[in-house]
């Protein structure tokens, strides 16, 4: 479990996270959704460790194993198995990573020429190779296609269902219902709204949360 | 080498006191570039990562050696080397192993901050991936050194070019002692005093060629090497 305790985290001039407190708890896949510019990232990114709080606590029950998946992310100038290998935290299981995310086939392609949505799923191999127990998504279907998109989305299911703990960040509302169990709505640093994504759905308990599902704009 | 004869024609003939001054060269530079680059990458990749205090100096500095006068590079080497000198025991002045010291020094800055640069631009693409996967200093340097080793080639081209062509230090320290220390570029600069133009302009094209051959020959390893890996 990591808990965000009243987190503010700013860069210079700009708070990106606002006071935010906020609990990822073991089970379904949490979405966590909002308009550009909302923190979703940065609460990724700040879960992960890589950018510490300005005030306020992160904590992290059980030292559990993270992994991420950045929104545009880097291949190593190597193959896509030797990408997966590189990241393994113990016993080699590259190929059943590559089968998992259905690029079997492509092992021995140069990481670097795969397609857009190979290279999404291959980072997922990647971040799956460090074995986690939770898993950060940085919008991992914003520049795919819907066939790409779908099998993202089938691979994320499969991950889930291996009892990975997924945090992922879409601006597709669409996604957030085929995906989430829980929905977390975050605007100007702040979570606005979390629930259960039945309840998110179809009983919004904030303005911000029924403007948002209408699909208006949050200023 | 006998003087009446043109560079095509030593080389059409085989001229052995040409083939052994060719294949000194070859070997001073090749070597000096080997120790250069083996001093050169890890110190430019230790640069690139690390965050220190004068760091932006070091870089400026390291990046003015790359302009070093090989003469006096030559001159210093030539006072640690001869006898009255700090190394003068190790009696390597007018040897071969002089003249890769001498090329070794001017090649290290060259090699060094090409590399230092390359592998900050990498750094600055991996950063956040090897940071999520907990990568440790050491292996981030290896990775980011093998992983720009195609790019690096070329800051080896750009030592063995600057090797190659310099003949202010290996003349200082080598001497140009015929059949021993004599390579293309003192031949060249012996050529010219005595008067032998076309000699020198031979031996010049040669050179050039040699020089050529070595560019390309990296060129095409780097194309199939990144067919293969990306």
Redesign the interface.
């Known amino acids: 479990m990591i808990r965000f305790d009243e987190v503010t985290i700013a860069a210079g001039a700009v708070t990106l996270l606002d006071r935010l407190s906020l609990t990822l708890a073991a089970g379904a896949p949490t979405v966590l959704i909002g308009p550009n510019g909302a923190g979703k990232s940065t609460v990724l990114r700040a879960a ?1 460790g ?1 950018l510490p709080p300005t005030s306020g606590r992160i904590l992290r029950e059980g030292e559990p194993r993270r ?2 998946v ?1 929104q545009r ?7 896509a198995e030797a990408n997966v290998r ?2 393994m935290a113990d016993a080699d299981r590259t190929a059943e990573l590559l089968a998992l995310v259905g690029l079997e086939h492509a092992a021995t ?5 795969l397609s857009g949505g190979e290279q999404q799923r291959l980072a997922l191999a990647r971040a799956l190779a ?1 074995d986690p127990t939770i898993l950060f998504l940085d919008e991992p279907t914003a520049s795919l296609d819907p066939a790409s998109t779908k099998a993202m989305e089938d691979v994320i299911r499969a991950v889930g269902r291996q009892g990975i703990k997924v945090v992922m960040s879409t601006h597709d509302l669409g996604e957030a219902r085929r995906l989430a169990g829980e929905v977390v709505l975050l605007h100007r640093g702040r979570v606005v709204e979390a629930a259960a994504a039945p309840r998110f759905f179809d009983a919004p308990a904030t303005e911000e949360a029924r403007k948002f599902i209408a699909g208006e704009l949050l200023v | 080498m006998p003087e009446n004869l043109s560079a095509l024609d030593l080389v059409l003939t085989g001229d052995p006191a040409l083939f052994a001054i060719v294949r000194l060269a070859l070997v001073v530079s090749l070597s000096a570039v080997l120790l250069a680059a083996l001093i050169g990458v890890p110190l430019g990749a230790a640069i690139a990562l690390s965050s220190f205090r004068g760091r932006d100096a070091a870089i400026v500095f390291l990046n003015a050696m790359m302009g070093l006068p090989p003469v006096v590079i030559g001159l210093i080497v030539y006072l640690a080397l001869s006898r009255s000198g700090p190394l003068g025991e190790w009696g390597l002045l007018f040897t071969p192993q002089a003249m890769v010291i001498a090329q070794t020094i001017l090649v290290t800055p060259i090699i060094a901050a090409l590399a230092r640069q390359t592998i900050e631009d990498l750094w600055l693409e991996y950063r956040d991936e090897l940071t999520a996967m907990d990568v440790r200093p050491l292996r981030r340097i290896t990775t980011l050194v093998w992983d720009a080793r195609f790019s690096l080639i070329t800051a080896l081209l750009a030592g063995f070019g600057r090797a190659a062509a310099e003949v202010g230090a290996v003349i200082i320290v080598g001497g140009n002692i015929d059949g021993f220390t004599r390579t293309m570029t003192t031949a060249i600069a012996l050529e010219t005093s005595k008067g032998n133009l076309p000699l020198a302009i031979g031996l010049g094209l040669v050179l050039i060629a040699i020089v050529l051959a070595v560019n390309g020959l990296a060129w095409a390893l780097r194309r199939a090497a990144e067919r293969l890996a990306g």
Do not use: D, E, K, S
């Open positions: 992960m890589l992994a991420i950045f992310p880097t291949m190593l100038r190597r193959t590189y990241a392609r140069p990481a670097r020429r460090r």
